[in-house]
């Protein structure tokens, strides 16, 4: 791990969402860096705005203001079909609701994201997929459906989901969330075991007290207000 | 692996799937129907009238005349005498009269009194001839009979098995003394004449003969040469084209018969139905809009309703046109389904209605693939794509993060 790359970095950002009588922040963040290969836990209250941080930062969301750099690179100045292929080989994410394609098995949801990517040769993302779910413990539901999975295995599916393409970032929402401690703690450390592994960022995102002490740096987040248009808010990170 | 996330989405809602390919078949289905409906009716009738170059027959209607004698149903305007079937065979723009009558019928089933050289008569030289033997020989002497396929097929008749006579057209007039003998059953023709039953012509006479007599209350004493002949159709095949208009014209002088073309008929009889026709098919293309409209509405929705799994592929790092060839793909595969599905229900709905037209009415309609229904697949199965084109651009410029 280099620790003085910095590989992300946001100044000044804030997502609004307007409708006709007002201007909701979701959030605003007037600076964070994070270097390669460090390990993030991102807490806050509900509604603090974890969750739309995530998909800024992994180029789902636009910001309304200030700007997003990863390795230097501004995302929103990037094309929206760049961003996507940053996407898919930069970026490995866990959603708050898993977000498994119901239609496809276990594997084919591994498979569907590396062809997206193609940072792994055809030929091996098979093998790549399937040693993958081993080594979450589920090499006997490769063939199996989401609906087929508990909400432990469906979460060990999702997290092996993230990280199949290699990527330099993984963006977790809430990972443990749904979980049993025994499972929370079992994804945990995949990921954190796979990011040190790697090299990658890790950004999870928590309100569990228990998780957060895991990691040697936490980001606070606070509840925004919602405010009148032309009102600004200020919303730091700690 | 986009064709398998598309294949997979749409086995995830089989209701819905489901219902979007049953309204593409349906729809595509009644648009084969239609223009099969109308095409095969055209072939058919035309088809009916081949054998027949020009036909002479009593002065009246040239429908009925049409109607009586290509395709066996109605009742004859009247006879001619055998004097003109005569004069007509002595002609030399004439390559062959084969006199027609009728009048008698076994079970329903018309039989048509003629010549033997009905069954050397080749409506257009060198596809062979007309009437063919599956079965038997040509009739040779009076009261024996040659047999159509269907005719045979529904009678049971064979071979060697005899059957008498009925008077008029219609099962249950009195019957006939004479006995007929089978000796000949025909191979389909796919025509009205294969629910005939072919005799001698002079069997017909003689059982008038004796069928007027006995109405007379007259003892039923046959002398054929005594009685005046008559014919209720002569068919005839002109030496060529230039012969049939020179002999139509000649025969425009001719006070006790009328000569017709049986083609030049129909398609009279189809400009006059014309206009019918036109409404219904208005009507059916209002119908197959509002299908079509419905078919888009439903390849639409069912996009629409994926927009989760969309989103989520866009989360995963899925381009816009990753997203594009699954909607599409998922669209056209609902529509190809249903377009092969309608075009196969349409061709069975067209066969039943065959069916039911070539037994009521004894006009077989032509049927197999028309060029029509290319159009009819490669528009609909377009028409559908171009349906899902629009779900792909909304959920390409949709918010994919309030979904995730």
């Given at each position: ?15 609004e ?22 390990q ?117 599916v999702?997290?092996?989901r993230?990280?199949?393409n ?61 405010e ?11 | 692996m ?74 004859p ?78 009678l ?28 000949g ?10 629910q ?85 098919r ?17 390849v ?7 927009v ?34 309608g ?62």
């Amino acid at each position: 791990m280099d620790g003085d790359e910095k590989m992300l970095e946001l100044n000044q950002v804030r997502k609004e969402y307007r409708d006709v009588l007002q201007t909701i922040t979701a959030v605003a963040v007037e600076h964070l860096m994070m270097q390669t290969g460090e390990q993030i836990a991102l807490v806050g209250p509900s509604g603090s705005g974890k969750t739309t941080l995530l998909h800024l930062i992994s180029g789902l969301l636009t910001p309304t203001a200030g700007e997003i750099k990863f390795n230097g690179i501004v995302l929103s100045s990037m094309p929206e079909t760049w961003r996507d292929t940053w996407r898919a080989k930069a970026v490995g994410y866990i959603f708050q609701k898993l977000n498994l394609l119901s239609s496809l098995t276990a594997l084919e949801n591994l498979l569907v994201a590396m062809s997206f990517a193609n940072v792994i040769p055809k030929k091996e993302q098979r093998q790549w997929a399937s040693q993958l779910l081993d080594q979450v413990g589920l090499s006997d539901k490769l063939g199996k459906f989401p609906h087929q999975l508990s909400m432990g295995e469906q979460q060990r599916v999702a997290a092996a989901r993230a990280v199949i393409n290699k990527p330099s970032l993984i963006l977790a929402d809430e990972p443990t969330a749904s979980l049993d401690q025994d499972n929370g703690l079992l994804v945990l450390d995949m990921l954190r075991q796979f990011a040190k592994e790697s090299g990658s960022t890790l950004v999870v995102s928590t309100h569990d007290r228990q998780i957060m002490n895991q990691f040697e740096r936490i980001c606070s987040l606070r509840k925004p207000s919602e405010e009148v248009i032309g009102s600004a808010t200020s919303n730091r990170l700690a | 692996m986009r064709l398998l996330i598309a294949w997979r989405n749409l086995l995830a809602k089989p209701v819905q799937s489901g219902l979007t390919v049953l309204i593409v078949a349906a729809t595509i289905a009644m648009l084969a129907v239609v223009t099969l409906l109308s095409t095969g009716t055209h072939a058919g009738l035309v088809r009916a009238t081949e054998p027949f170059d020009l036909i002479v027959g009593a002065k009246g209607s040239p429908n009925q005349l049409v109607l009586n004698t290509v395709f066996l149903k109605d009742v004859p305007i009247g006879n001619v005498s055998h004097e003109i079937y005569e004069k007509l065979s002595e002609n030399p723009l004439v390559a062959s009269a084969i006199p027609l009558a009728f009048g008698d019928n076994y079970k329903g089933y018309t039989i048509v009194g003629s010549g033997s050289d009905i069954f050397s008569h080749e409506p257009k030289v060198g596809q062979g001839q007309w009437l063919q033997f599956a079965a038997g020989r040509s009739f040779s002497v009076p009261f024996e009979a040659v047999v159509g396929a269907k005719a045979a097929q529904e009678l049971g008749l064979k071979l060697g098995d005899e059957f008498k006579s009925a008077h008029g057209f219609i099962p249950g007039g009195d019957t006939h003394d004479h006995v007929y003998q089978v000796v000949g059953i025909l191979q389909s023709v796919n025509g009205p004449y294969d629910q005939a039953v072919l005799v001698p012509i002079e069997s017909i006479w003689l059982a008038h003969e004796k069928h007027e007599s006995k109405a007379e209350g007259e003892v039923a004493i046959e002398d054929s040469h005594e009685h005046e002949h008559e014919v209720t159709a002569i068919l005839v095949k002109p030496k060529g084209y230039s012969e049939a208009m020179r002999l139509y014209q000649q025969f425009q002088q001719e006070k006790g018969a009328q000569m017709i073309f049986p083609a030049q008929v129909i398609v009279q009889l189809f400009s006059i139905l014309g206009q019918g026709e036109q409404m219904l098919r208005s009507i059916a293309y209002v119908i197959i809009v509002m299908g079509l409209m419905i078919m888009a509405l439903s390849v639409y929705w069912s996009a629409l309703g994926r927009v989760r799994d969309r989103s989520i592929l866009r989360a995963l790092g899925a381009s816009a046109r990753d997203i594009f060839t699954v909607i599409l793909a998922e669209s056209a595969l609902l529509t190809i389904l249903g377009v092969v599905i309608g075009i196969l229900t349409g061709h069975g709905i067209y066969l039943v209605l065959v069916k039911v037209m070539e037994s009521k009415t004894a006009i077989v309609l032509t049927s197999g693939v028309i060029p029509e229904e290319i159009y009819i697949v490669i528009g609909g199965t377009l028409f559908g794509i171009l349906a899902g084109l629009i779900p792909a651009v909304l959920t390409y410029k949709m918010d994919v993060a309030k979904y995730l």
